[in-house]
């Protein structure tokens, strides 16, 4: 979903920051590198960005488009957010690499960049974020699949949740 993202995805200057999930990029065997609908109509979705985020991207944004036309290619609201160096929508295979690269560099273990999904919907969960909340960020097609893939966290905080009552009841 992020190589697919566009400019024209996310609205930075509103006073609620939206990030929009329309498409997915990704190769597809025997049919080469395809840009389209993600796999379920829950995929697709707004997020409310944070301004950490907001402010993030809209430097990225400044920085790319210098480049751009620094390299005297064109820039518009359809450029990808993650770009090739020709200015497409990157690689999926050269993403993955680039993100091993980058953990190589920084001395840490390898962990596939889908994890960083897994660890976002953990930490949410951990904070107290409903199940329904995180499945709706995730874009799952039912809370089923976010609660049976995050069974283990949802036990934890239900168990933090029943402790706390029970401290407020008998305290």
């Known amino acids: ?17 939206v990030l929009r ?23 697709v979705r707004d997020l409310e960005m944070s301004t950490f985020l907001t402010q993030a ?10 480049v751009f036309l ?4 064109d820039w518009s ?9 020709t200015g497409w929508y990157r690689d999926p295979s050269r993403d993955r690499q680039d993100w091993k690269d980058q953990l ?4 840490v273990a390898y962990v596939k ?3 960083a999904r897994h660890t976002a919907a953990t930490l949410l969960l951990n904070q107290g974020a409903d199940v329904k909340v995180v499945a709706d960020v995730l874009g799952h097609s039912s809370i089923s699949v976010t609660a049976d893939t995050y069974a283990h966290v949802a036990r934890e905080v239900i168990g933090a949740a029943t402790s706390n009552l029970a401290a407020r009841l008998t305290g």
């Open 113 to 115: 960049p889908h994890a």
């Open 104 to 107: 190589a560099r920084a001395e």
């Open 70 to 73: 620094g390299l005297g290619l």
């Open 57 to 66: 991207l809209k430097r990225h944004r400044t920085r790319q488009r210098e």
């Open 21 to 43: 999930v329309r498409r997915t990029h990704q190769r597809v065997a025997g049919q080469g590198l395809l840009t389209g609908p993600p796999k379920t109509s829950r995929s």
């Open 1 to 17: 979903e992020a190589l697919a993202l566009t400019w024209s995805d996310l609205d930075l200057d509103s006073a609620t920051p």
């Open 77 to 85: 609201e359809d450029t990808a957010l993650f770009a090739s160096p």
